[in-house]
């Protein structure tokens, strides 16, 4: 009989544990695939039989709907697109600016600075300075940076970011790198840079997420219509079709165009999803990278 | 790497500034046009809800050009989406943004809003510079606009009454060969043969399908202006006093049918739960009526919605109220520059056919055509289901001034004002309740009916024998709806003996 080696896994439980893998993976998937499934219903099944993973009729309806305007929804998700790219790496540049001298124990005003970025955390001027502020003073409505500039510098990834340089970075290589006569930008590019990737990697994909999320912003600043973000051209359209459900007088507007709701709502979900699962796998690598270095360094 | 890396860092930060620039709003310095000693260039500034319109700035172009000599305006009209106008409107009023002409209702905030004094008062001015609006034959709605004695808002004239029943799916009707007078007023117990019909020939069809929520509130002419206020004023009938609305006669005869009609299967099982809109249902042909307006303009659009043939069954007489006439108004906000000339406008909104259909359906030629003298088309070119110019109808001044559009009834103008005139007015009209003292009494009784109101107007229980109906009128008397009663009536006294 073969010995068996101590790693070696019995089939008993390589079923049990392919098993907890896949119901786990179907539970992800699953829903994943009901939205699909349910955007290419027609809507009067959905009425009628509730929602089902193989639609008994299928129906584009919904998705020619959001499509009428395929020119305003190329448009938004470029401006997207542009905001989260350019949003996240300015976002990267300024956090790291701003946690790198924190993290440095002989810059001068380190406290005051840390108390400086920590008090905002506790403390914000709310809504309506902000967008005086926003709208009067800085003049940036209907401006593109107005959608970026919110989230570049947020507190709490500047102290995730210089917790994480005190913990892995020692004072002693900055040391024998100015030895080596490395100046400060060279430092800051060369060596702090590379070993801190993974979490520029996470803090990069956290700012991703904001910016790609955000409708906010396209509401407050923005009003003409083609120049809003693609979350926000999409909030808006299902809000506009709640309202002309909810009020006959706006419907009379809309003639006899029958609005498929329940559908677009999951068209939409698929239709703006798109980016940010591409983003996933992009930025897994370098946290698998990340992880694994750190591990061998202990 | 690197070099890849700072150049295309370099592209983006490029591309966000060249970007930004790009977007900036242009400065719309113009030399302002002196005309001889006329009235001098203003820019006039308008938001309302509403989706943009891809024309608005030629739309804009034009009606500044088109009122050059009599108000000589640089006039920016500028709509809000629906999604964003709640959030944007309240900023608006709270940074003080300038705009001279701002859309307003109880359901953006009109009285909240006019108490924090977000508007101005333009009792005194409207004679001078409104003489239109001031001499209008509706100009009684312009009681609902004021609070106290202070003018805040002007009501657009649009279909202000109101009439609520049942709406039904008329294919059924003649399928039954069922009777139908549309000019009759139902009662809830004419209308249950009906509803036996179906229930016992259609098993697959549910005879009445709605929420809890509608189907007591809307199926009463209660002047009220949210689902689960507790007390109101019967806009019907004669006399001007606040009733608890759940301890009425007429409340406590239509709860016993609603508990008939469940039990015997007319009404949909889920009511007390369901957030389905009933149009859906009736739209899908899952069910025989539903409760909703049944005024013909309002039964017109369902149609369309539904793609069915409907017939309404009015509940009740055609009734106007207060919160129903300040369904949309137009107020000048105190960050208005030119008070003077936004009133002006809105005077012009009221009276100038011309301009009313250009904030309307747009440029002749361009967006319509004229079909007759009062009835236009889409242009050639222009899609009517994606036009590039058009609004809606009873936001703007006075909606009998404006033109009928494609296949709309070309008598709906006229039948408009007919069914406004003939409209029981409510023995409180133009009272507006000031609740400021009662916020602590109001909160704590939505919290009450919010937990029993589903579960009594929906008839799911027996709400006598459980004693749930004894339980909720205690737990409204201890959340103080007395005192409540008592303030609202006092105010509306004080109100009726001005007049």
């Given at each position: 009989m073969k010995k068996r080696s101590l790693t070696e896994i019995t089939i008993p439980s390589k079923i049990l544990i392919n098993l907890i893998f896949i119901i786990v993976s179907l539970i992800c998937i699953v829903p994943f695939i009901l939205v699909i499934s349910v955007s290419i219903t027609d809507e009067s099944i959905i009425m009628r039989?509730?929602?089902?993973?193989?639609?008994?009729v299928v129906n584009l309806s919904a998705y020619e709907y959001l499509f009428t305007d395929i020119n305003q929804i190329v448009r938004s998700y470029m401006i997207s697109i542009i905001v989260t790219a350019s949003g996240t790496l300015l976002s990267l540049i300024l956090t790291a600016m701003y946690a790198y001298p924190l993290y440095r124990k002989d810059f001068p005003f380190r406290k005051f600075f840390a108390f400086f970025i920590f008090f905002t955390m506790l403390f914000n001027g709310g809504l309506v300075p902000f967008y005086i502020m926003y709208t009067q003073v800085l003049n940036l409505r209907n401006n593109l940076f107005a959608l970026i500039m919110p989230f570049l510098l947020n507190p709490f990834f500047v102290i995730i970011m210089r917790t994480y340089f005190t913990q892995n970075i020692p004072d002693s290589v900055i040391e024998s790198a100015i030895l080596d006569g490395a100046g400060e930008l060279r430092i800051l590019t060369k060596i702090i840079l590379p070993l801190a990737m993974p979490v520029f990697a996470t803090i990069g994909l956290f700012v991703t997420i904001i910016y790609w999320n955000d409708w906010f912003m396209s509401l407050l600043f923005i009003s003409k219509n083609e120049n809003i973000s693609i979350q926000y051209y999409m909030y808006k359209t299902m809000l506009n079709i709640q309202f002309m459900l909810n009020n006959p007088q706006a419907a009379a507007m809309a003639g006899s165009i029958k609005i498929p709701s329940e559908t677009i709502r999951m068209a939409m979900a698929v239709v703006g999803i798109g980016p940010i699962v591409i983003a996933y796998p992009f930025f897994q690598r370098y946290f698998v990278k990340g992880l694994t270095v750190g591990a061998i360094k202990g | 790497m690197n070099k890849k890396m700072r150049f295309t860092l370099t592209m983006l930060i490029g591309t966000v500034l060249v970007l930004s620039l790009t977007m900036c709003k242009k400065s719309d310095a113009q030399a302002a046009a002196e005309n001889d000693g006329a009235l001098k260039q203003v820019n006039l500034k308008m938001i309302a809800p509403g989706t943009p319109q891809v024309d608005q700035a030629l739309v804009n172009a034009s009606i500044s050009e088109y009122l050059a000599d009599e108000l000589n305006v640089n006039f920016e009209f500028e709509q809000i989406d629906w999604a964003g106008w709640q959030d944007r409107n309240n900023l608006i009023i709270a940074s003080g943004e300038e705009v001279d002409v701002l859309f307003t209702a109880p359901w953006s905030g009109y009285e909240t809003n006019a108490a924090k004094g977000a508007f101005l008062d333009v009792a005194e001015m409207l004679p001078e510079y409104a003489p239109g609006i001031a001499n209008s034959n509706y100009n009684w709605t312009l009681v609902a606009g004021k609070v106290g004695d202070k003018l805040y808002g002007i009501p657009t004239y649009q279909m202000m009454a109101q009439q609520r029943g049942f709406l039904v799916n008329k294919a059924l009707l003649d399928k039954y060969d069922m009777e139908f007078d549309e000019s009759k007023v139902y009662s809830p117990e004419d209308f249950e043969p009906y509803l036996k019909v179906i229930k016992e020939n259609e098993?697959?069809?549910?005879?009445l399908y709605t929420l809890h929520s509608k189907l007591l509130s809307f199926t009463d002419p209660w002047e009220r202006q949210g689902p689960l206020e507790v007390t109101s004023i019967d806009a019907t009938g004669d006399e001007a006093v606040y009733q608890n609305i759940y301890k009425s006669d007429m409340y406590i005869k239509n709860m016993k049918i609603a508990r008939d009609w469940f039990e015997k299967g007319y009404v949909n099982a889920d009511i007390a739960t369901t957030r389905e809109d009933p149009i859906n249902m009736l739209a899908a042909g899952n069910c025989f009526a539903i409760v909703f307006q049944t005024n013909p303009p309002a039964r017109a659009s369902q149609e369309k919605m539904c793609g069915k043939e409907l017939a309404g069954f009015h509940l009740m007489p055609a009734f106007m109220a207060t919160s129903l006439i300040q369904g949309a108004m137009f107020s000048i906000p105190r960050t208005s520059k030119n008070p003077e000339r936004a009133l002006m406008f809105l005077d012009k909104m009221h009276t100038d056919k011309k301009l009313v259909n250009m904030l309307v359906y747009g440029l002749e030629d361009r967006h319509f055509v004229k079909v007759s003298d009062n009835a236009i088309k889409a242009a050639p070119g222009i899609d009517p289901d994606k036009p590039s110019y058009y609004n809606l109808q009873w936001m703007f001044g006075n909606q009998a001034l404006l033109y009928t559009y494609?296949?709309?009834?070309?008598e709906a103008p006229s039948l408009l004002d007919k069914f406004n005139q003939d409209a029981i007015k409510s023995p409180a009209l133009g009272f507006t309740y000031d609740s400021s003292a009662m916020r602590n009494e109001i909160a704590a009784l939505s919290n009450v009916a919010a937990e029993f109101d589903p579960v009594i107007s929906a008839g799911v229980v027996d709400v006598y024998k459980e004693g749930t109906y004894d339980t909720f009128l205690a737990k409204l008397e201890a959340a103080g709806i007395d005192r409540l009663l008592e303030d609202q009536n006092k105010q509306l006294n004080e109100w009726l003996s001005q007049q």
């Open positions: 039989e509730g929602y089902r993973l193989i639609p008994s | 098993p697959n069809i549910i005879p494609g296949d709309e009834d070309p």
